[in-house]
């Protein structure tokens, strides 16, 4: 089955301890991006990648890192987390860049920092 | 910088009823427009898309039309089911996906 699978799906955790959200898709998508969601605020883009070792900064990246080492993965990485970081997240795929073809997502993941 | 502006942010429709959710954007080199429904704990998953080249398109119980002249485009849900309840959001590209707000749909029994 064609997905993007994100975990964890619930995360709990205190400021200041590095976290790493893990993102895989399995459709050889090029494009991959992070989101997220906040209630009133819609989606807001973190980083995204057009293809391995290319990221680059979305709307809201300060407080994130991200790599794309390999086509199918990419990571999201609070390496001090705070929290104005508590929010659900979402990782995205796409056949190629930008957005002229439509996005899978996945199903989440929901961080609280406290 | 570019935007995408969705409206009603909350529609109510009676079920059976129509639904219709409007977008403009401000990009006119804007050229591919998908919309997604979110259902609750879920990811957003794409239920239609047009390009710049259609005025028109429909998949069932769902259309989109678009009017590339005026920048707007919009969702038409006929037939209004119980299952249709969820957030929608629509999008613009250019080079880069440009989202909407967002728009809660409520299916009233």
């Known amino acids: 089955e064609a997905q993007v699978t994100q975990n964890p799906r619930y995360l709990i955790t205190v400021t200041g301890k590095k976290l790493t959200v893990t993102c895989s898709q399995n459709m050889n998508h090029e494009y991959m991006s992070w989101y997220r969601q906040d209630p009133g605020l819609g989606l807001r883009q973190i980083y995204y990648?057009?293809?391995?070792?290319?990221?680059d900064k979305g709307d809201v990246p300060e407080g994130y890192k991200v790599s794309r080492k390999e086509k199918r993965n990419f990571p999201l990485i609070l390496e001090s987390p705070s929290p104005n970081q508590t929010s659900l997240y979402f990782c995205?795929?796409?056949?190629?860049?930008?957005?002229?073809?439509?996005?899978?997502f996945g199903s989440g993941t929901r961080l609280t920092v406290v | 910088g570019e935007n995408v502006e969705q409206h009603p942010s909350t529609l109510s429709v009676q079920e059976g009823d129509s639904a219709v959710i409007k977008c403009t954007y401000s990009?006119?080199?804007?050229?591919?427009f998908p919309w997604y429904k979110q259902e609750l704990g879920k990811g957003p998953q794409l239920i239609i898309d047009i390009r710049s080249n259609v005025g028109e398109k429909k998949d069932q119980r769902i259309a989109v039309t678009l009017n590339k002249t005026a920048k707007h485009f919009s969702l038409h849900i006929t037939e209004t089911q119980p299952e249709d309840s969820a957030v929608y959001f629509c999008a613009a590209a250019n080079y880069q996906l440009i989202w909407g707000a967002g728009t809660k749909l409520i299916i009233k029994p």
């Open positions: 990009d006119s080199a804007s050229n591919y």
């Open positions: 995205a795929s796409s056949l190629s860049t930008g957005g002229n073809y439509g996005y899978t």
């Open positions: 990648s057009m293809n391995v070792e290319v990221t």
